[in-house]
């Protein structure tokens, strides 16, 4: 098993957590947010975005595209969403904090309990500048991330 980083960032976002729940939990506007995923769909048989929904995403890193399939693993409305991605077997989560009046704290994370897959490292160090660079990438990407999410949401 390879260990990666947990990667961790959060904004607060002048908005309710059911404001915010309503962006985050709809999986298939992700490339709204994020700098790196350029469409999410839904899988076969995946009427709608909920606990269990299977979808997949197309991805960006510079001039290198891909596709990843992912499945919604927690799913608490309001409260927090996690997806793991089966070909590096990374999870990624949004989880949602009400903060002081109608407030939310949106943290977005990434964590790896069971390491990294052998094909995104060999990926990643041959086509994406190696694990440090594509994590200084990922982090800067989840900032990115999380400042649409605010800018959209009106605060």
């Not at 709204?32 to 197309?58: I, K, Y």
């Not at 890193?61 to 608490?76: N, P, S, Y």
């Not at 002081?100 to 160090?125: H, K, M, V, Y």
Request: charged residues 25%; aromatic residues 8%; hydrophobic residues 35%.
């Amino acid at each position: 098993m390879y260990a990666v980083p947990t990667l961790e960032e959060s904004i607060d976002i002048a908005a309710p957590p059911a404001r915010v729940w309503e962006m985050v939990s709809d999986v298939c506007r992700m490339h709204e947010w994020s700098p790196q995923v350029t469409s999410t769909r839904l899988r076969s048989g995946h009427e709608r975005v909920g606990p269990g929904a299977e979808f997949t995403n197309r991805n960006r890193h510079g001039d290198l595209e891909w596709t990843t399939h992912a499945e919604i693993t927690r799913w608490v409305p309001n409260e927090e969403l996690a997806f793991r991605i089966v070909e590096n077997w990374v999870t990624w989560s949004f989880r949602l904090q009400a903060v002081t009046g109608s407030n939310t704290r949106l943290i977005q994370r990434r964590d790896a309990p069971e390491g990294i897959s052998q094909l995104s490292r060999d990926l990643t160090d041959g086509f994406m500048g190696g694990q440090d660079e594509f994590t200084a990438a990922m982090r800067a990407g989840m900032r990115e991330t999380l400042e649409r999410i605010r800018e959209a949401a009106g605060g």
